[in-house]
């Protein structure tokens, strides 16, 4: 049976082998967003001495597990309401431009040395591509909606989400120039060789930056001032509900996942194993790379996303602004004139 399910596999064609791909990180991505609602209430709840989502069971077992699944229910039953003034198209357009692209940027991620859809030169143009079409939903729900408010919570994220991305594309521009490539399966290779060669050793700063930006670019708090209830009445989807209003929370929980993986990727070498280089583990079934490190490693940043939720306190926005512009870009070109002098010495990922 594996025997014919294999060679069937290998027998098709490259768009076939990459459409079942596809579908099958689609789907993993939209499971893995209900339970990331899930685990974020559940170590909420353990950092702050409560027990969190515990009555909706699956079969009885797992008290809370279901509750994801009965959230899904409930917004799917609501209605979805369009102001009457509002520009029906772009309203409904909106959501889709906000969750497209974190779907969309999964398409040249490698999950393993086997497994990605598209091995594409340019992968790292393409992330930066997709990754400015974000801010595009964002203004188009504030301002379709024909709301005050909605409008005033889409230009507080719009230029929130333009600053901290110009930080992240330089930082990127530093992983570029030790790794030398664009396609993100040959950055991760360029950093063989154990954590210590890892780019997160030599591009410490960049890393810290990138991060920072990832959260502020999905209005994770402390950054979460398009929803600052008390100032501004939830944002630019205001005036969403129901499952239009869903979208823009699983495009959020969506690019949380997309930054988690991409930090992984660029600065802790993916789906390398921590264990290689090893005289005796490397050469077991721990030190080889695999799809289960890169699991690991995601997992181990978006506990920091839900970390600084349940324990900062939201910035105000002047300092949030102030953090973008004055602090962590002035950092990225600096380090990039640093890079330089590495290069020249020939020390770190430029001795190889």
Known sequence: MLQTLSTAWFSLPDYGRATVWILVITVALIISVALLTLIERKVIGWMQLRRGPNRVAIFGLFPGLGQPFADVVKLL??????????????????????????????????????????????????????SSMGVYGVI????????????????????????????????LVGVLMASNTMELGAIIQKQVGGPGAWNW????????????SGVAETNRAPF????????????????????????????EYANMILISALTAVFFFGGWLSPFQGYPV?????????????????????????LWFRATFPRYRYDQIMRLGWKALIPVTIVWILVEEVFAWAHVGPWAR
Do not use: C
């Open 77 to 130: 039953l609501k209605e979805v309401i369009i102001p009457a003034r509002a520009n029906k198209f772009l309203f409904r357009l909106a959501p889709m431009i906000a969750l497209i692209p974190a779907f969309a940027a999964w398409a040249v991620i490698p999950l393993s040395p086997e497994v990605v859809v598209s091995k594409a030169n340019a992968g790292l143009l393409y992330l930066l591509s997709l």
């Open 140 to 171: 188009i729900a504030g301002w379709a909606t024909n709301s005050k408010y909605a409008f005033l919570g889409a230009m507080r994220s719009a230029a929130q989400m333009v600053a901290y991305e110009i930080a992240m594309g330089f930082a």
């Open 201 to 212: 050793l030599w591009l410490f700063p960049l890393f810290v930056v990138y991060f920072i």
């Open 224 to 251: 979460d001032v398009a929803e600052g209830e008390s100032e501004i009445v939830a944002g630019f989807h205001v005036e969403y509900s129901g499952m239009a209003f869903a979208l823009f929370f699983l495009a």
């Open 281 to 305: 583990i490397g050469d077991t079934f721990l030190g080889a790379p695999s799809f289960l490190w890169l699991g690991l490693k995601i997992s181990a940043f978006l506990f920091l996303f």
